[in-house]
C-alpha cells in the first residue's frame, strides 16, 4: 500500500500510522460495519521467507484468541491481494513514548497505575502461553479512559 484511500478487501485504507521492522499500520474504515480499525500489513519482502510467514501467522491467531482489557482487540487475520494482515481495534491516542516525549516524566502514581495494567496483560497472555518480544512504551496505547492497551505482539 503506497498512500491513503486505498482498499484492502473490506477495509478502505485512510492513513499510515506507522512502519516497523515487519509491517506497516494503517488506519482504515471496515466498510461492513463501519468502523475504523487499524490494519497491519506484511512487509510483502518477508513473504520470501515461509519460516517467517508461518511464524506469523501462528503468533497472529494466538493473540486474535486473547480477550483481556489491557491488550488491543484483534478483529480479522488474513491474506487478501496477496498481502497479510491483522485487522485490530483501533485506539485513537498517542503511544506512552509520544507521551513522555511530550509531556516529560510522568507522575509516579501514573506510571504504577500504568505498569499495573501492562503487568496484568502480559500475565494474562503469559498464561496462554504468549510471549510478548517487543514491550516498549511504543506499543502501549491509551484507551479513551486512560487506560493501557498493549499492542504489537510478534
Aim: charged content about 20%; cysteine-free; hydrophobic content about 45%.
Amino acid at each position: 500500500m503506497e498512500s491513503a484511500s486505498k482498499n484492502l478487501g473490506k477495509y478502505r485504507i485512510t492513513a499510515e500510522l506507522g512502519q516497523g521492522g515487519f509491517a506497516t499500520v494503517y488506519k482504515a474504515v471496515d466498510t461492513t460495519l463501519d468502523r475504523e480499525v487499524a490494519i497491519k500489513i506484511l512487509d510483502p519482502l518477508l513473504l520470501r521467507d515461509e519460516t517467517f510467514l508461518v511464524r506469523f501467522q501462528r503468533e497472529a491467531k494466538a493473540v486474535a484468541r486473547l480477550n483481556h482489557p489491557h491488550i488491543v482487540t484483534v478483529h480479522e487475520i488474513g491474506e487478501l491481494q496477496g498481502q497479510h494482515f491483522i485487522a485490530m481495534h483501533y485506539l485513537p491516542g498517542p503511544n506512552l513514548a509520544q507521551i513522555i516525549a511530550q509531556q516529560g516524566a510522568l507522575d509516579p502514581t501514573e506510571v504504577i497505575r500504568l505498569a499495573e495494567q501492562v503487568a496484568s496483560a502480559l500475565d494474562y497472555a503469559h498464561g496462554q502461553g504468549l510471549i510478548h518480544r517487543d514491550v516498549k512504551p511504543a506499543n502501549v496505547l491509551l484507551n479513551e479512559r486512560g487506560e493501557a492497551v498493549l499492542t504489537d505482539f510478534g
